[in-house]
């Protein structure tokens, strides 16, 4: 009230899906009150999955980047984003081309490294 900044909840969930059991899932929330900011984003084939999820803490700077793999190992992640980026790129218009985890995850790390 008066001088204070406004209160802001936001929270959005997309999923995009191909044939295949291919999809793609992002969702993001930003609470000004607490001060936190979450980003989520995963690509799913079938019943398996690699999901980046990013932290970040505005009050204090902190942030954590985990990944979660859903039936894959670690190691499997390098050969299912290509198996994933393959299977995409079928339905995708000539001339585009998907994002994929590792530019993400280098993204968040260069927001890291800004911030931090």
Do not use: C
């Amino acid at each position: 009230v008066g001088n204070e900044p406004p209160k802001v909840f936001q929270a959005s969930t997309h999923v995009h899906r191909v044939p295949g059991g291919i999809r793609e899932t992002r969702r993001a929330v930003k609470d000004s009150e607490t001060g936190m900011e979450k980003l989520s984003i995963g690509h799913h084939i079938k019943d398996r999955a690699h999901v980046i999820q990013k932290f970040k803490n505005q009050r204090t700077g902190d942030e954590e980047v985990d990944q979660e793999f859903i039936n894959l190992h670690e190691d499997e992640a390098e050969m299912f984003a290509q198996e994933w980026q393959d299977k995409v790129s079928k339905y995708l218009p000539p001339g585009t081309h998907t994002v994929g985890l590792h530019d993400i995850k280098k993204a968040m790390e260069g927001q890291r490294s800004k911030h931090g």
